[in-house]
Every structure is written in C-alpha cells, then in structure tokens.
C-alpha cells in the first residue's frame, strides 16, 4: 500500500487550499488513479490499525438495501451515526439505488443481481456497471455518494473493478472505501466462479482535512507491513447470503491506530 503513502504525499507536496461544505478546510488535488493487484494481497492500510469489523458490516448493510443505521448500530458500527436523522434513516443512500433503483414507470431495478447475472452470462459485456448517482433522488439523500459507480471487467479468468469517487477524504474514508471494494470484488468473483483481478480507484476531488495534518504526517513516517490475505469460509447460496462470520483477514499486521476527527 505504499501506493496511498505516495497519494498522502502528492496531495501535501501538490495540494491547493480549499475551503469545503463542513467548513473545516481542505488541502486538495483534482484526479487520480491508484492500481491494486488483488493477487498480491489484501489492500488493508497496515501503516495504521483498520476497523475491519465497521469495514465488513458496512458492506453487508449496502447489499442488504439497507438504508438505516438500526443494522450497524445493532452490530457497534457508528460510523454512519452523524448523518441519520432520528429514526436512524438516510434517505436514499447507496442500499437504496443498489438494490431498488426506481425507474420511470414504477419499475424496481436491482443492479447488484442484475451485473451478477450479467457478468456470469456475457463477461465480455463493457455493460457490468452499478450506479448509485441517481439524479433525481440525490436531494433525498442525508450525503450525495461519493462512491458513485463502479464497472467489473472479466479477462482471463479474473475479475478486475474500477470504481469513481467524486470526493475523497484520503485519511479517513479512503482506506474504507479501498477495503470495501476489495471485499465486494473477493465476493463477486466468488460467486461468478472467477478469480479476483485488478481493483482500479479513481477519485475527483482528492483531499486531506486540514484537521488530519498531524494523523498523516505521523503516518507518512511508518513502513508498510506486508498485506494481509483474505480468507472466505463458504460460498453462499448468492451475494445476498453472505454473513460478518464468513470474512478472516489472515495475518493483518499493522502500526496502531490514528484517531482523527470526522468532517460532518
Ligand atoms: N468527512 C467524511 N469522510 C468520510 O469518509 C465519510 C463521511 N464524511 N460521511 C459518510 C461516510 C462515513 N464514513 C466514515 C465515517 C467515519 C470513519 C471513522 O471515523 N473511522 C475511524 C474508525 C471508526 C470506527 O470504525 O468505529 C478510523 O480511524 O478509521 C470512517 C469512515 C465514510 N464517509
Ligand atoms: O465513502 C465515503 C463517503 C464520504 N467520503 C468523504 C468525502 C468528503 O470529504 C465527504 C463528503 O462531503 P461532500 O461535501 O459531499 O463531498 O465525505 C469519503 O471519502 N468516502
């Protein structure tokens, strides 16, 4: 993962001054692109410790279609609290437009079954797309997504995902959103009977919270352990099966924790 080490520092070395909707204030750079091979290991940060537990239930919960925190709040995953109103609802988050997308005619548009099928029947497709910007429901959201799409490719026998990211917060919500996506590509490929290939990020506005100065600085003096390997325990009827207990990441070794404050 020295590859985020190396974006940390290209934002401080190459990053504007920008102020921002929480009125924290940002440094932020404009595109990138980062590459991982999933064949080389899990890309867990290990430059600081990763809460694998918020990581893994917040995955479920999108695919579950899930857009109240009752689920993660249930299993002491807190990371969605301050954005719920006070039934513990978002509105129409990323569950939401996975799961039941709302066509014009009143249809119900599941993308995560749909691309599975897809990919399992025509992985030659350039179709295996999932959005969740759906601009007619993005004031009805508590957030607009910031991962906003993802596409599958399937060459080879593996498959690789590329997903977009309209605003990255690079200390706190990128190495979830890495870890995330990793995990979801693990499951897919599972369930296609592939194995996992490239995972692809590209982020727009990619920025560092001018209150995480010190969390990087910190963290761009530690060394990267070697990546921890995921271990799935079985092999779900579907994508839709699968439980927190399936998911082991063996051997993560990683520095301590960095606590930092989240931008609201
Ligand atoms: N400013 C901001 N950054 C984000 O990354 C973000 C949002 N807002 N809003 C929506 C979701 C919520 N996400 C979050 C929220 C909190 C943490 C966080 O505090 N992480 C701590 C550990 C917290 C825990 O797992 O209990 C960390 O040290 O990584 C991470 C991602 C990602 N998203
Ligand atoms: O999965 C996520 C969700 C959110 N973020 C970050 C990116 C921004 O710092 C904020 C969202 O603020 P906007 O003003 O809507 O851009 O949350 C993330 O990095 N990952």
Redesign the pocket.
């Known amino acids: 993962m020295k590859a985020y080490l190396d974006l940390l520092q290209d934002i401080w070395d190459n990053g504007v001054e920008k102020e921002d909707r929480?009125g924290t204030g940002t440094i932020s750079v404009f595109g990138r692109q980062l590459r991982v091979d999933l064949q080389q290991g899990f890309p867990l940060l290990t430059t600081k410790k990763?809460?694998t537990r918020?990581i893994v239930h917040e995955l479920l919960w999108f695919l579950s279609g899930s857009t109240n925190v009752n689920y993660l709040r249930e299993n002491g995953?807190?990371?969605?609290d301050e954005?719920a109103d006070e039934e513990g609802n978002l509105g129409r988050v990323y569950g939401a437009q996975w799961r039941t997308w709302q066509g014009p005619n009143g249809q119900v548009i599941d993308q995560i079954t749909n691309v599975i099928r897809q990919i399992r029947t025509n992985p030659d497709s350039r179709r295996h797309l999932v959005s969740a910007w759906n601009p007619a429901e993005v004031d009805s959201m508590a957030?607009p997504p910031?991962h906003y799409a993802f596409q599958f490719y399937v060459a080879n026998g593996r498959l690789s995902c590329m997903f977009h990211m309209r605003s990255v917060?690079t200390f706190?919500?990128l190495?979830?959103n890495l870890a995330s996506y990793a995990l979801l590509t693990h499951m897919v490929a599972q369930q296609c009977d592939l194995e996992p290939g490239e995972l692809i990020w590209s982020g727009g506005d990619v920025h560092i919270y001018s209150n995480h100065k010190e969390q990087v600085q910190l963290q761009l003096t530690r060394e990267p352990h070697p990546l921890p390997a995921l271990s799935i325990k079985r092999k779900p009827e579907s994508i839709f099966g699968y439980k927190f207990e399936d998911f082991e990441f063996v051997g993560y070794q990683s520095h301590p924790?960095?606590?930092?404050p989240?931008?609201i």
């Not at 924790?257 to 930092?260: D, M, Y």
């Open positions: 929480t990763l809460h918020s995953v807190t990371i969605w954005w957030l910031c917060d706190l919500g190495p979830f924790g960095i606590k930092a989240i931008a």
